[in-house]
DNA sequence: CGGCTGATTGACGCGCATCAACACTGGTGG
DNA sequence: CCACCAGTGTTGATGCGCGTCAATCAGCCG
């Protein structure tokens, strides 16, 4: 993890970027590529804890995720948390701006992050001259719309962690080829996603261990037995996301 | 209710349409707008009960509701329903799809409806030759997702019934003016909805009226007192979506 | 009118929240 | 490098909100 600013330094970055598979660059002809690029300044580091913004601010436009991790959260009246989703490599932020021109939520890095910043005027400006851009644009947006989906129905506690740990696999599946999760967030913060308490988290993790089917151990979970797991969560929407392997 | 379909035999629809202003029609110059129609084919009429599209159908784009309602929904492994939300006018139907031009939901209209099509090549050169077309768009892009996200946080069964409530009311706010809202869906839609019980909804429903904060009669519900209600939702997100009579 | 789907209401039980006590971790400063 | 300590995780005991089941009733449509 000592180089995780190196991708922030280079400034034509979609060429090089290893995350261009996930993001709109991904769909947009390799000739175009170095055009796009054109359209981009060079992604910004965010720290650890910083914040990318806050509800309420003005918005100067999306962001794409480029390393790292991010918590999207709102606070109640009482003052407390709850949260909207978790921001990987590949994911935009700030999508809910668009609204009203202002963040409806916070955004806080989890780990050492990159993001590229997409401003309004450059989406409209790179769709009108990179073709496929919109389109691939909007497949982004239409991932980030089925995530914010994925705990619609009524699951139990245990359906729900499983989901989430499924998916956070598949969403990182380059890096866990032999299970290893790093899970950037708290067990309270999980809790807060999944809408169960952290003590319910915590248990079902135990039980989970117990059974063989993952191992745990604070931020580092390894999944043991996918075919087990995916049978826990068997009512899963979207297992289609993303790739888990078999 | 006798004339419904009569937007539905305008052509030039952006013009005359009623819930123009609630659609990206609204955001854009009224001098383009001729020049928006024209890329736009009449509103289509859908009936009660007929499916939009369902899931795993190839998407031809998306559509806006221009009048009625819709149900989108998906099932589980065990072919439970489970409810993604509902769509009035002014709401966008199929983002979902953008993720891989496939429907991931099932669209039903709940009353007699009319919806226009927006295919992705229409998006794509209107927002080159329409000023703000796209930001006008995407407005409406992040008013679904701030759509989606208001169940987010852990409510009581209560609040969320409440905030269910009061959204569906600020929706329809031209309409309600005196507190009436008519409700196309069932108890058991709200239900699943909120991830609710049916005879949970039908409680609260029961316990409000006798509270007087409602009235409450099937698919017809008065809000006689909406400041005990704002009270009793006193945790929802989003109160600034739309309008609430004060 | 008769059958059907949906709504209501009550009795009961369970899943998960809550609270509390304790263990562990990781960042900080001595 | 170690000691410290605030934040986090774990585990048990207890209670309650809401789901489940079932009986009854109300609208709806043929």
Redesign the pocket.
Same mark, same amino acid.
């Given at each position: 993890m000592d180089n995780i600013y190196a991708l922030a330094q280079k400034p034509d970055s979609c060429l090089v970027c290893e995350v261009a598979q996930a993001c709109f660059a991904g769909g947009v002809d390799r000739a175009h590529l170095a055009e796009l690029a054109a359209h981009l300044q060079a992604p910004r580091p965010v720290r650890r804890r910083q914040h990318l913004f806050r509800a309420g601010d003005a918005s100067k436009g999306l962001f794409l995720v480029q390393s790292g991790c991010f918590k999207v959260y709102g606070l109640d009246q009482l003052g407390r948390e709850y949260i909207e989703g978790f921001r990987l490599p590949g994911s935009i932020l700030g999508l809910h701006s668009l609204y009203d021109g202002h963040h409806q939520f916070n955004a806080v890095a989890l780990a050492d992050s990159t993001v590229c910043a997409l401003a309004l005027g450059m989406l409209q400006s790179a769709s009108a001259r990179v073709p496929d851009f919109l389109k691939t644009f909007l497949r982004l947006v239409g991932q980030e719309l089925l995530d914010g989906a994925f705990l619609t129905g @009524?699951l139990? +506690?245990?359906e729900r962690l499983v989901s989430f740990l499924l998916r956070f696999a598949s969403k990182l599946h380059a890096d866990v080829s032999d299970g290893m999760l790093y899970l950037y967030m708290?067990?309270? @913060?999980i +809790?807060s996603y999944l809408?169960? +308490?952290? +003590?319910?988290?915590?248990?079902i993790?135990?039980k989970l261990q117990g059974d063989g089917v993952i191992d745990? @151990?604070?931020?580092h979970i390894r999944i043991l037995d996918y075919a087990r797991l995916k049978d826990l969560g068997r009512n899963i929407r979207f297992a289609s996301l993303g790739q888990i392997p078999a």
């Amino acid at each position: 993890m000592d180089n995780i600013y190196a991708l922030a330094q280079k400034p034509d970055s979609c060429l090089v970027c290893e995350v261009a598979q996930a993001c709109f660059a991904g769909g947009v002809d390799r000739a175009h590529l170095a055009e796009l690029a054109a359209h981009l300044q060079a992604p910004r580091p965010v720290r650890r804890r910083q914040h990318l913004f806050r509800a309420g601010d003005a918005s100067k436009g999306l962001f794409l995720v480029q390393s790292g991790c991010f918590k999207v959260y709102g606070l109640d009246q009482l003052g407390r948390e709850y949260i909207e989703g978790f921001r990987l490599p590949g994911s935009i932020l700030g999508l809910h701006s668009l609204y009203d021109g202002h963040h409806q939520f916070n955004a806080v890095a989890l780990a050492d992050s990159t993001v590229c910043a997409l401003a309004l005027g450059m989406l409209q400006s790179a769709s009108a001259r990179v073709p496929d851009f919109l389109k691939t644009f909007l497949r982004l947006v239409g991932q980030e719309l089925l995530d914010g989906a994925f705990l619609t129905g @009524d699951l139990s +506690a245990e359906e729900r962690l499983v989901s989430f740990l499924l998916r956070f696999a598949s969403k990182l599946h380059a890096d866990v080829s032999d299970g290893m999760l790093y899970l950037y967030m708290t067990r309270g @913060d999980i +809790a807060s996603y999944l809408r169960l +308490a952290p +003590a319910t988290v915590s248990r079902i993790l135990t039980k989970l261990q117990g059974d063989g089917v993952i191992d745990s @151990d604070y931020h580092h979970i390894r999944i043991l037995d996918y075919a087990r797991l995916k049978d826990l969560g068997r009512n899963i929407r979207f297992a289609s996301l993303g790739q888990i392997p078999a």
